[in-house]
């Protein structure tokens, strides 16, 4: 009996732990949003922007990613996980109900003139054999827009050049600019060449998708 009691007693701490941060969660609202994007529009809400620090690539559609995806990548700039200067010092700047309420406003902010993701159409054979080897529908769902957990990002149809930088990243080690530390897509990624992941870039971003770059009005 002694030996069981220590045993519930961690449960029972581990329990009320787990219960205390999903009750710490933020929820977002989109209209508190609306007014804290003045830092995102100059990049995210112009169609095609092109970044060139640290690498030359187009800003990536976020209008229509999913909120808990955007919330997730925004904290790991954050923690230093995602190692882009320009969107750590952003990502720096905001609090916990920022983040939500940032990331709610773009997952609806073009709701209002949806494009429906269709089915992925096939690709090349070395396409399909790297998406293959890639296990990529496991996380990213069908049609790569119906991830399975909703911190994954959709893929289909965001620009090739901005998923190929952000592929060739987990490969990326010491580098303070440039890198991503998630161990799933780190060990995914680095069973490929570079021309192998651009490959998949150009696939993946080739899809039917849900996201898009909705242009502020300063910018039309």
Same mark, same amino acid.
Do not use: W
């Given at each position: @009996?002694?030996? *069981?009691?220590? +045993? !519930? #007693?961690?449960?029972?701490? =581990?329990? /009320?732990?787990?219960?205390? &941060? ?64 320009? @969107?750590?010092? *952003?990502?720096? +700047? !905001? #609090?916990?109900?920022?983040? =939500?309420? /940032?990331?709610?406003?773009? &997952? ?113």
């Amino acid at each position: @009996m002694k030996k *069981i009691l220590p +045993s !519930l #007693s961690v449960l029972l701490v =581990a329990s /009320v732990t787990m219960l205390s &941060a999903h009750g710490q969660e933020k929820v977002g609202d989109l209209k508190s949003g609306e007014k804290k994007v003045a830092m995102c529009i100059g990049c995210h809400g112009i169609v095609g922007y092109q970044a060139s620090f640290p690498e030359i690539h187009k800003v990536p559609k976020i209008s229509g990613q999913g909120a808990k995806y955007i919330s997730s990548a925004l904290n790991a700039y954050k923690k230093g996980e995602r190692k882009h200067p320009t @969107m750590r010092g *952003i990502a720096d +700047s !905001l #609090s916990d109900q920022d983040i =939500a309420d /940032v990331s709610a406003f773009y &997952a609806a902010s073009g709701a209002a003139e949806p494009v429906a993701a269709g089915k992925a159409t096939e690709g090349s054979a070395k396409a399909m054999e790297l998406v293959t080897k890639g296990a990529c529908v496991s996380c990213h769902g069908e049609g790569f827009s119906k991830p399975v957990d909703p911190s994954y990002p959709k893929i289909a149809g965001q620009y090739s050049d901005y998923l190929y930088v952000a592929l060739k990243s987990y490969k990326t080690e010491n580098n303070p600019m440039i890198g991503r530390d998630n161990p799933i897509m780190g060990g995914i990624a680095k069973q490929f060449s570079l021309s192998e992941l651009k490959e998949l870039a150009n696939y993946m971003g080739g899809l039917p998708t849900e996201l898009k770059t909705v242009p502020d009005s300063r910018f039309r």
